[in-house]
């Protein structure tokens, strides 16, 4: 990596193998979030970088601020309920962080203590 690619990754809020889930949320005009991945939880792949908002330049605006940009790999069987292929197979999709919310870690099991009687 150069020290190009080093400083445009330095503000990304995750990083790789972080657990994200994508805002649900409806969009007017031009997105480039899927609507099928809204909602879904998938696994930050790589941090891309910073690039200008597409969400803007559709509209020839500047696309400022730039954006990080993150490769985000879902498990296909989590996407489509009726997915019948392989349990391993994956879906990656290139998503901007402000789509993107820290997923909520599952509570912990707690164990039944077993009383003495």
């Known amino acids: 990596m150069n020290a190009m690619d080093q ?3 330095t503000h990304a809020r995750f990083s790789a193998g972080d657990a994200v889930k994508i805002d649900d949320r409806p969009a007017l005009g031009h997105c480039r979030t899927p609507w099928y991945l809204r ?3 998938g696994v ?3 941090v891309l970088g910073k690039f ?3 969400e803007r330049l559709a509209y020839h605006r500047p696309g400022l601020p730039a954006l990080i940009l993150y490769k985000v790999r879902f498990r296909q069987k989590d996407i489509w309920p009726q997915y019948s292929g392989p349990a391993a197979d994956t879906l990656e999709a290139d998503i901007y962080e402000p ?3 820290a997923a909520p870690t599952p509570a912990p099991r707690s164990r ?3 009383s003495k009687a």
């Open 7 to 9: 400083a445009q990754r």
């Open 39 to 41: 909602g879904h939880v």
């Open 44 to 46: 930050v792949a790589e």
């Open 52 to 54: 200008r908002d597409p």
């Open 99 to 101: 789509w993107l919310a």
């Open 112 to 114: 039944k203590r077993k």
